[in-house]
C-alpha cells in the first residue's frame, strides 16, 4: 500500500515504514504528525485518485530529527565583466518516518454517466452573421489609382 501526499507544499510517494526528508515543519523532534492533503492511494491493486485529496484519507507520521542538508554552492558570473559571486546554501529539513496510511474515507466510485441529450429550442436561436451589404446596380465602379506610369 502506498500513497501520494502533499507535505510542505511538495508531493511524496509514502509507503508504511518508509524516512522521508521534507522541508522543515514546525513540530517537535519526537511528534506525532498527521497529513489530510492525500491525492492518491493504492491498497493492492485498487487505486483511489482524489479530486483534488481524497476525503478522510490521512497519512500518519513521527518526527525522527531536524536537520541542514547538504551544501549547494551558487556561483554568479558575468563573463569579461570582472563580476564573481559565491554562495552556500543549506536546506533545513526534518526527518519523519510514516507509521501508517489510513483510508477512512469514503471512496469515490467513477462512474461514467450518459451526457443528457441537448435539445435544441426555437427560442434561442444562433446568432447569425450580420448580411453583408449587396452591391447595388446604381454604385459606380471604382476608378483605378494613377500611377506614374498610366499618367504617361
Given at each position: ?16 515504514d ?5 522541508h ?18 493504492d ?17 500518519e ?10 551544501k549547494?554552492?551558487?556561483?554568479k ?15 533545513s529539513?526534518t526527518q ?35 448580411p ?19 499618367e504617361?
Open positions: 500500500m502506498y500513497a501520494i501526499v502533499e507535505i510542505a507544499g511538495q508531493q511524496f510517494k509514502v509507503s508504511k518508509q524516512k522521508v526528508f521534507v522543515r515543519l514546525a513540530n517537535e523532534e519526537g511528534s506525532k504528525v498527521s497529513f489530510e492533503k492525500v491525492l492518491l492511494l491498497d493492492n491493486g485498487t487505486i483511489t485518485i482524489g479530486a483534488p485529496a481524497i476525503e478522510g484519507a490521512s497519512v507520521a513521527k518526527v525522527l530529527q531536524h536537520l541542514k542538508g547538504e549547494v554552492i551558487v556561483f558570473k558575468k563573463r569579461r565583466k570582472g563580476y564573481k559571486k559565491k554562495n552556500g546554501h543549506r536546506q529539513l519523519i518516518v510514516i507509521e501508517g496510511i489510513a483510508a477512512t474515507g469514503a471512496k469515490k466510485a467513477v462512474k461514467k454517466e450518459a451526457a443528457p441529450a441537448v435539445e435544441v429550442t426555437e427560442e434561442a436561436p444562433k446568432k447569425a452573421k450580420a453583408k451589404a449587396e452591391k447595388s446596380e446604381d454604385a459606380a465602379p471604382k476608378a483605378p489609382k494613377k500611377t506614374k506610369k498610366t504617361e
